[in-house]
């Protein structure tokens, strides 16, 4: 089980800190991924983590802004989110699996979401 926690509505260029709790799953062997979704839009990759945190990966839109960390002792993940813009908002998901980084079939357990709004 994941579950997501601390979204919120913020103004644009302010910041959030996503995370992620953990349960029911081996939490040290998985890669960890947070996704977003927009409304009207496909869910998309925004950043992942390798099983042991040594390598973390972004896409585009967000590199320089946001950063994903994980505590493996506390089966815990987190996306702290910097200089928001208006087109972050969406609901963001965390999710977990074993294979290929970026894909979202390769990530076999996922949260239900918690929402954020930048507003301009």
């Known amino acids: 089980q994941l579950v997501e926690s601390g979204g919120g509505l913020v103004q644009a260029g302010g910041s959030l800190r996503l995370s992620c709790a953990a349960s029911?799953?081996?939490?040290?062997?998985?890669?960890m991924g947070w996704f977003r979704q927009a409304p009207g839009k496909e869910r998309e990759f925004v950043a992942a983590?390798?099983?042991?945190?040594?390598?973390?990966y972004n896409t585009n839109s967000v590199k320089g802004r946001f950063t994903i960390a994980r505590d493996n002792a506390k089966n815990t993940v987190s996306l702290q989110m910097n200089s928001l813009k208006p087109e972050d908002t969406a609901l963001y998901f965390c999710?977990?699996?074993?294979?290929?980084?970026?894909?979202?079939?390769?990530?076999?357990?996922w949260g239900q979401g918690t929402l954020v709004t930048v507003s301009s």
């Open positions: 029911g799953l081996t939490f040290s062997t998985t890669k």
């Open positions: 999710a977990a699996g074993t294979g290929r980084i970026r894909p979202i079939p390769e990530y076999d357990y």
């Open positions: 983590i390798t099983w042991s945190g040594g390598t973390t």
